[in-house]
Nanobody, 121 residues
């Protein structure tokens, strides 16, 4: 059974930093795109950053220059380094991964359980 396990959320003051991690566990043949989304209270879930299996990245305009996404393919793990945090970054952050669980399997989408990030002013 494949799971995405997130860690690293918490409470931080504005201007501070946090690093989120998401490890995909279980029987995984390969991990394609991996991403971070977030959802603030009363708002829709939005893409924060994504990274392809080859390392290409994309970011929401609101986090460019402050957040960095990276991955360790050997560990099927994706990271989100968040610097210069602002109160408007407060949200539940979700890991998202497109995985192939077997050599003959198609691609499937998985979500993590979410980790709370709270930025105080």
């Amino acid at each position: 059974q494949v799971q995405l396990v997130e860690s690293g959320g918490g409470l931080v003051q504005a201007g501070g930093s946090l690093r989120l991690s998401c490890a995909a566990s279980g029987s995984i043949f390969s991990a394609n795109a991996m991403s971070w989304f977030r959802q603030a209270p009363g708002k829709s879930r939005e893409l924060v950053a994504g990274i392809s299996s080859g390392g290409s990245t994309n970011y929401a305009d609101s986090v460019k220059g402050r957040f960095t996404i990276s991955r360790d393919n050997a560990k099927n793990t994706v990271y989100l380094q968040m610097n210069s945090l602002k109160p408007e970054d407060t949200a539940v952050y979700y890991c998202h991964a497109v995985l192939r669980v077997g050599v003959l399997s198609g691609l499937s989408v998985y979500w993590g359980q979410g980790t709370q990030v709270t930025v105080s002013s």
